[in-house]
């Protein structure tokens, strides 16, 4: 079995996001980290590989900067990457996203696609879907929990009240939600080995996209004007003189966060 | 190269100098997935563990899994990572505790280098494999109860007697000793010092515990006793004669050491330095009092020096350039570095920092024992003081 997984190159969150004034894109240092929601992806990937004798191809799509991330992913035991690397695609907003990796998923010839369900550092959450539609598949979502018996997917779907249970035929795409699975740490052999891996980068017109479906011209769409969140405001004071509780189970209650 | 102008502005008050900047990706690489390991599997721990004075066996084959154990050595299920990443993972472990790290260099250096160095190629078939998934624990037994910083006046002996050696004698303050499945024992013979590796389920050989330590409490400490331990010649280390033996292994495990050590400091700077920034006294943070700053800028001074130095001296035993008075120049100044450091986070942190609460009485305690095993302070500066005048000055 062949699986794909989607992940992404980040700045590192623990450092400042700068926009870019005119596109409102992030800006993209050199360096850049893999995202840490992207490990449950790699990691569920990683075990449905193990139990079938599959292999793992990560795919991303990565405009600037070094693999440190991608190295990071190998070095949890994927077999190599695809890394779309094309200063064409600056620009690209989600639709083109979903395209780029489609293409380079169908080159691949996977028989699931496995992807985290939004990334951290700017997102619009609809790129699986996005890649489903594109490539045919059935898309299951916001997966919980995973199996797979024969080519036949079931899969735990979170919604809000509790999950639903959802099943497919390969050839399909799941996107996975944190906890779904633990994550391992990558060895230090698999590090040492991740430079030997291959990672193939080609441009967008390796994979026979057009320069006018992928970059800004591509997507259809522009950031018109970006705007701070307003601050948050005060919140609400609870004077504690024995009841408060019963005051922030209300306040609980009415956020049905319980 | 064009010239650059100094950049105005302030630096992480974490990494002051940049020192992350030093690293390639495989070497950072290693080091964030250590500080995780450490973050998810020690630090929950540890303060238990201290108190309880118990070292969690159960993170060896978690360690093995991971690769840590004899990392830096090439096949036989080890890693093969350069000096410097060995060096960075003790960082980060002993930012943990310096009980793991002296599981990790004992384990690493001190068991599995003799017989990766020393050993047969079918020793190491046997054992590092093993050795390296954590399945196998070694011990190294060089002190004994009177054979301290002079191991060379050591009284336990092996005889040969038919084709088998018989060992004699006991060995003091091993680390792990008694969680051990097989020890690297030195012993004198009439070729001169040999290492022998031995099973701990062999006949005659017990090892007792050392309890009531106030240091090192998470990690076991034994004496090894050996009543005529009986084993064939294939359990004698083959390519070593001497005090060279057991001294290489120190040398790699100080190398360990004067890297593990700057973990230790930081941990008890980055808490000081949290704490200070929080500490109300007198309607202020006490941070904003210069008598605090100026500790705090001490132990951050001291904490990236010794990073430094170490990052210099592993980028040299990469190099192949190091040597052993080199190490003794590390281990020295590092330890009591970290030591200082230590007992200044100790009282920045007031009465919190006699607790457990906080990591910093726990790795000050420690600290002490880093400083005495693997050449004391006088030892190495009684090294060092030979590699400069050319007159040794130990007896
Ligand atoms: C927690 C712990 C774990 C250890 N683990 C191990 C282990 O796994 N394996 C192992 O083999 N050993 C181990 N050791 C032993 C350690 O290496 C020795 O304690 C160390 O070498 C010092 O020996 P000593 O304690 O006998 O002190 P001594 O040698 O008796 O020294 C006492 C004092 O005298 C000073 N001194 C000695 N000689 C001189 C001199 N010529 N000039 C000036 N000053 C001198 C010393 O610096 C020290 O201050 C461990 C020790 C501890 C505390």
Redo the contacts with the bound molecule.
């Keep these: 079995m062949k699986i794909a997984v989607c992940v992404k190159q980040i700045p590192d969150p623990a450092t400042p996001y700068a926009l870019d004034p005119i596109t409102h894109f992030v800006v993209r240092p050199a360096e850049q980290v893999l995202d840490d929601t992207d490990r449950y992806g790699i990691e569920l990937g990683l075990q449905l590989a193990e139990a079938s004798g599959g292999t793992v191809t990560l795919v991303s799509m990565s405009p600037v900067g070094n693999l440190q991330g991608i190295r990071q992913a190998l070095a949890m035991g994927a077999d190599k990457a695809v890394v779309v690397n094309d200063p064409a695609l600056r620009g690209s907003g989600a639709l083109v996203t979903a395209r780029v990796l489609a293409a380079a998923i169908a080159r691949e010839e996977a028989d699931l696609v496995i992807t985290g369900t939004e990334s951290t550092d700017g997102y619009a959450g609809v790129v699986p879907q996005m890649i489903a539609e594109l490539l045919d598949l059935p898309a299951l979502t916001f997966a919980r929990k995973v199996t797979l018996e024969g080519t036949t997917l079931k899969v735990e779907r979170q919604t809000a009240g509790g999950y639903d249970e959802v099943e497919a035929t390969l050839p399909a795409l799941i996107s996975v939600t944190s906890g779904a699975v633990e994550p391992r740490y990558p060895t230090f052999k698999g590090i040492m080995q991740a430079k030997q891996k291959p990672v193939d980068q080609p441009t967008a017109a390796d994979l026979g996209l057009e320069p006018a479906t992928v970059g800004a011209a591509g997507s259809g769409q522009v950031i018109s004007e970006v705007r701070p969140a307003p601050e948050r405001s005060g919140g609400v004071k609870i004077k504690d003189e024995g009841e408060a509780h019963l005051e922030i189970v209300k306040l609980l209650e009415r956020a049905k966060v319980i | 190269m064009s010239h650059q102008p100094v950049r105005p502005g302030r630096s992480d008050p974490k990494d002051f100098l940049a020192i992350d900047a030093l690293l390639d990706d495989d070497e950072r690489l290693i080091r964030d997935t250590v500080r995780e390991f450490v973050a998810d599997r020690i630090l929950p721990g540890i303060a238990d563990w201290f108190e309880a004075g118990r070292f969690p066996k159960e993170l060896a084959l978690e360690m093995g899994k991971l690769g840590l154990l004899g990392m830096h050595l090439d096949g036989y299920g080890c890693a093969g990572t350069s000096n410097v990443a060995y060096g960075l993972a003790c960082t980060e472990l002993e930012y943990g505790d310096s009980g793991t790290r ?1 599981f990790v260099s ?1 384990q690493g250096s ?1 068991s599995m280098f003799p017989i990766h160095a020393f050993g047969s190629e079918e020793q190491k078939q046997e054992w590092l494999p093993r050795m390296a998934a954590g399945e196998v624990i070694g ?5 004994e ?7 060379s006046s050591m009284r336990t002996h092996a005889r040969r007697q038919g084709g088998d050696w018989v060992i004699n004698g006991s ?7 008694g969680i051990a499945d097989v020890a690297i024992v ?1 012993a004198q013979t009439d070729e001169g010092i040999r290492g022998f590796i031995v099973p701990t389920d062999t006949a005659g050989f017990v090892a007792n515990d050392i309890h009531h ?1 106030m ?2 409490r998470a ?1 076991v ?1 034994s004496e090894l006793v050996l009543t005529d331990v009986r084993l064939p010649e294939s359990f004698m280390l083959p390519d070593v004669v001497g005090m060279k033996g ?1 001294l290489s292994c120190l040398n790699e495990a100080r190398f360990g050491i004067l890297f593990g050590v700057m973990g230790a400091a930081r941990a008890c700077y980055e808490a000081a330095l949290d704490y200070a920034g929080t500490r109300i006294m007198f309607s202020k943070p006490i941070a904003s009092f210069q008598l605090i700053q100026r500790q705090l800028v001490e132990m951050m001074i001291a904490t990236n020096r010794g990073m430094l130095l170490a990052m210099h001296l592993g980028r040299m035993k990469d190099a192949g350039t190091l040597t052993s008075s080199h190490i003794s120049f590390g281990k020295l100044d590092n330890v009591r570095t970290a030591l200082e450091v230590s007992r200044t986070a100790r009282s920045v942190l007031g009465a919190n920092g006699i607790t457990l609460e906080y990591p910093v009485i726990r790795h000050m305690n420690n600290l ?2 880093v400083f ?8 190495h ?2 090294i060092l003081g030979q590699a400069i005048t050319g007159i040794p ?3």
């Design positions: 002296s004992v001190l011990c190294f037994g060089l002190t109860a009177d054979a301290g910083s002079d191991p060995k003091m303050w091993i680390t792990s000793g030195w330590k240091s090192l990690s400490t057991p002490e024992s005495t095993y693997e050449g004391t302070n006088e030892i500066t009684l000055a130990f007896s």
